[in-house]
């Protein structure tokens, strides 16, 4: 699959590739808007916490809290500037790095290969021979579309005719607004005719 994004949509999107076509072979089609800023600091707070990179700063922030208490000022003032600065150190420094991804649409196509890189949990690979294909199709039933990767080899490259990657069709409610789901995602590998040789290798989040 040729990597191809739409620069400022890090939504989850459905993918369609048709490999019969010469021309515009993957198309998106995107189930919801999300705001592309909670897209984008959703993914830097949880990366900016799980991977432990605030560690990183940990020992000068620390240091300025130290000299903040040190200072001969009004306790009711420092306690505010220390509140305030603690609030900058853990959510301020993802809210300024999102702010410039949404700056800079070549930072903001990165956006899936940093979630696929960084987030999602496990990676796994599910390994396809002829045996397990029905009705000319193999289907990868449930993952979170974090990201998928293919190999087609010998008559599975031959005979792979299109990729379809959906969601499961059902909606949820939130404050008793009803919204598509876009969490629970499907992979359908569709073959002119059954393959004999080869395998289909699929690693995915």
């Known amino acids: 699959m040729v990597e191809k994004y739409q620069l400022e949509n890090p939504n989850n999107a459905r993918v369609f590739i048709d490999y019969r076509k010469q021309k515009d072979k993957v198309k998106f089609e995107y189930v919801a808007q999300d705001n ?3 897209i984008v600091w959703i993914a830097m707070f949880r990366i900016w916490f799980s991977k432990g990179l605030y560690l990183a700063l940990l020992p000068t922030f620390l240091m300025v809290v130290y000299s903040i208490q040190n200072l001969e000022i009004d306790n009711f003032l420092k306690n505010i500037f220390l ?16 702010l410039i991804f949404l700056r800079s649409k070549k930072l903001l196509s990165l956006m899936p290969k940093i979630q696929f890189r960084f987030l999602g949990g496990r990676y796994y690979i599910a390994k396809f021979k002829s045996k397990d294909i029905q009705n000319n199709k193999i289907v990868l039933p449930l993952f979170s579309n974090i990201g998928l990767d293919y190999k087609a080899t010998k008559e599975f490259s031959k005979y792979l005719e299109r990729v379809e990657i959906i969601e499961h069709p059902f909606n949820y409610y939130v404050k008793k607004k009803k919204k598509p789901q876009q969490y629970l995602w499907r992979a359908d590998f569709f073959f002119s005719k059954k393959p004999k040789t080869g395998e289909l290798k699929i690693g995915f989040k």
């Open 83 to 98: 509140a305030n600065l603690g609030a900058f150190y853990f959510f301020g420094i993802p809210t300024i790095v999102s």
């Open 36 to 38: 592309v800023l909670k």
